[in-house]
């Protein structure tokens, strides 16, 4: 179990993940919440203690999402930024792109 520090206004990054998820449940087609989305799984896929097979699926779902991010919106510059963060923050950590 991680500490949590009640005085922290930084959300956890399993936290800021499951607020992302629920806010792309309402608004699917929104690219820069999707990027979002992508760019706080490969926090989450980095951070120390995480279990190996769950960093794997989370380092898969980060490419995922932010490809699709990408597909929805090619020309928007926030969400090429997010893309090119994760993958160089996945880099060696065989995921494709």
């Known amino acids: 179990m991680q500490d949590c520090n009640p005085i922290s206004t930084e959300p956890r990054p399993e936290q800021e993940c499951d607020r992302l998820r629920a806010a792309i449940q309402l608004d699917p087609a929104n690219a ?38 990408l597909e929805l919106a090619p020309d928007n510059d926030e969400v090429r930024k997010l893309r090119a963060e994760v993958v160089k923050m996945l880099q060696g950590k065989h995921v494709e792109r």
Not at 35 to 50: E, N, P, V
């Open 32 to 69: 820069y919440l999707t990027a979002r989305f992508g760019r706080s799984l490969a926090d989450r896929a980095l951070a120390k203690g995480i279990d190996p097979d769950e960093a794997r699926r989370v380092r898969g779902e980060a490419d995922f999402e932010t490809r699709r991010a």
